[in-house]
């Protein structure tokens, strides 16, 4: 009776051994987890999506949105504000968590949840934002990760000032990732991921130094504001009206808006005009510009890793964010330096994501087209879960903390570091191109009032491709004619005539960086110009052609308008060129015809 018994238990038992954790399976032993990066293209990728996919699927499921408001004491945050303000958050755990285990937590921090005009937001916290939460969502919860979205003060359910990039919206994020990391179902570690404004609110985290937050992966984020709307003092088109954009579409035309608009937020309405047209007069250079920068707060403060990922072709958020900085600093290179894990992925795209191929499609010659045959990374949710198993599980290999870059032709390769140390500085003589400019006298050319210049350089190898590849620079004699004027340069092939590059400077800004110093009319000053960062194949026989205007593609003219023409002095400047010779491995990604971008 005993065996019958036995026998009985064992069959009940195995028919209902699929009931219980029914959505938790064993994984699959035929993939590796961690395929080396050279391999990748040789293996099987789903990408009939619209994003990328991890090789494999994780074992759990997500179980029901869940929310919480944070109470927040704000006293002396704002000027003019309330003492206190709320955060609201939405997450979803994996299942996994429902036996007692911890996960890390992956978030979304974001002004544009419940975004826009009454009657046309976007979606809230607690619905899975379309793209870059449904790719968080897809890949990492199923392999045991927490996902949460949380809105920053004044935005969705959250109160307070619309502090735009300031203190009080970085004590808002602050609060969101101490909460998320103290949870019963949390290991205690955080990343935040996102493009843009979301990429900003990991800087604006990182600048807090929560020791919860482990990684951040910034896509074409935001490190400093000024600098984002301000290259080398030449206005962008937004920067006269970029705060207010925002502060209308928060705005939900109720009794609640009064409380959105303190009196130190409503000065970001006038921080646009004020600047572009008083420049080094600008009281807000002091105060309103230097609290929105955060990659220099974060320095240092920061405990954690930086997976950098940037469009060189992006014209929302340029590259120099990340390339660049005050005279003789280069961010990317800087946090290396102090010790930081860094990686970055590089591409030819505009302001995308690695996998969105449906951004990548539309992009113009010149502007990216003759990559995007190769453009678009299936691999890219499969290289962050990697990262993410490291940094946040503490789990499989430690990533390759290298650059993968894309050349504009498309090809990929791994560099150490980007740009490259090993640059050999060509230095290309103006004087020895031809010039077109209207000549006022003394080898000068005028720049302004509808007047340009364009320099043709002759071949600089008959022979050998020529590979540029980081920062080059436009050391560009000129005089004055008033205490302003502009000069945007335009960089392209002298046989095709593609566009390879840009520069642009407000000559009060002449020796670069973000301080303005008076030029006096009629005295030569030397305007040191970087172009947006270039990884580009000029084919050999081939020149450069550099046209010279005062204003250019996304760019205001400048405030003084045609009355300040600047005479230009190609005789006496200079082009340099950061040239590297690669005959290494080529990295090949994952692409086919069956892709849902062929």
């Known amino acids: 009776m005993r065996t019958a018994m036995m026998l009985a238990l064992l069959i009940i038992t195995t028919s209902l051994s699929g009931c219980f954790g029914a959505e938790e399976t064993t994984q699959k032993t035929t993939v590796d987890l961690y395929p080396d990066i050279y391999d990748r293209h040789n293996l099987d990728w789903n990408w009939t999506g619209s994003y990328s996919m ?25 000027e003019g504000g309330p003492n206190s303000a709320e955060v609201h958050l939405s997450y979803w755990l994996p299942s996994n968590t429902e036996r007692g285990e911890k996960v890390p937590v992956i978030a979304v921090i974001s002004p544009y949840f419940s975004y826009g005009q009454p009657g046309d937001e976007s979606t809230p ?71 843009s404004y979301e990429g900003a609110t990991a800087w604006e985290a990182a600048a807090q130094g929560s020791p919860h937050l482990k990684t951040i992966v910034p896509i074409s984020g935001t490190t400093a504001l000024g600098p984002l709307l301000y290259k080398n003092g030449s206005a962008e088109a937004r920067s006269l009206v970029m705060h207010s954009n925002y502060g209308g579409s928060i705005l939900d035309y109720d009794d609640e808006d009064l409380d959105n608009m303190c009196a130190d937020v409503a000065e970001g309405f006038f921080a646009g005009p004020t600047r572009y047209g008083l420049g080094e007069a600008d009281p807000y250079m002091e105060n309103y510009y230097n609290e929105r920068s955060h990659i220099d707060k974060a320095l240092g ?34 946090y290396i330096d102090k010790g930081y894990d860094v990686a970055g992925m590089i591409g030819q795209w505009e302001h995308n994501y690695p996998d969105q191929w449906t951004k990548h499609n539309n992009q113009d010659p010149g502007y990216g087209a003759e990559a995007i045959h190769n453009m678009t990374r299936w691999d890219w949710a499969q290289d962050l879960f990697e990262w993410m198993e490291y940094y946040l599980k503490g789990i499989g290999p430690k990533p390759n903390l290298h650059t993968q870059i894309q050349r504009n032709d498309g090809e990929w390769r791994i560099e150490e570091t980007w740009p490259p140390l090993d640059v050999e500085k060509y230095t290309l003589q103006l004087n020895d191109c031809s010039n077109d400019g209207a000549f006022v006298g003394g080898g000068a050319s005028v720049v302004g009032g509808g007047q340009t210049i364009t320099l043709e350089c002759p071949a600089i190898n008959e022979t050998t491709n020529i590979h540029i590849s980081g920062l080059a620079t436009f050391h560009l004699s ?37 301080d303005a110093k008076t030029v006096i009319p009629g005295q030569t000053v030397i305007m040191k110009m970087e172009f947006q960062a270039i990884d580009a194949l000029l084919p050999a026989g081939h020149g450069l052609k550099f046209i010279l205007s005062d204003t250019g593609e996304d760019y205001l003219a400048p405030a003084c308008g045609n009355s300040c023409t600047i005479h230009a002095l190609p005789s006496m400047s200079i082009a340099e060129l950061p040239i590297i010779y690669r005959t290494g491995e080529v990295l090949i990604t994952p692409q086919s015809s069956e892709a849902a971008n062929s």
Request: glycine share 14%; hydrophobic share 35%.
């Open 54 to 78: 991890v090789l494999e699927e994780g074992p759990y499921i997500p179980l029901e949105v869940q929310e919480t408001i944070i109470e927040v004491d704000t006293t002396g945050v704002w």
């Open 301 to 334: 403060k920061y405990n954690g890793s930086i997976y950098w990922v940037q469009g060189l072709q992006d014209w929302n958020v340029d590259p120099h964010q990340v390339f660049g900085g005050p005279p003789g600093v280069n961010w990317y290179q800087e």
């Open 478 to 514: 000129a005089i004055p004619s008033f205490d302003g004027g502009q000069i945007f340069v335009e960089m392209q092939d002298s046989v095709t005539g593609l566009r390879l590059g840009h520069a642009t400077m407000d000559i009060r800004y002449h020796e670069g960086g973000y």
């Open 125 to 195: 916290t607690n619905v899975v934002g379309a793209g870059r939460g449904e790719f968080i969502y897809d890949n990492f919860i199923p392999h045991g990760y927490a996902f949460a979205q949380v809105a920053v003060f004044a935005t969705e359910e959250s109160t307070g000032c619309f502090d735009y990039r300031g203190d009080g919206e970085g004590l808002s994020i602050h609060t969101a990732v101490e909460w998320m990391g103290t949870q019963n179902w949390s290991n205690g570690n955080v990343a935040i991921y996102g493009k």
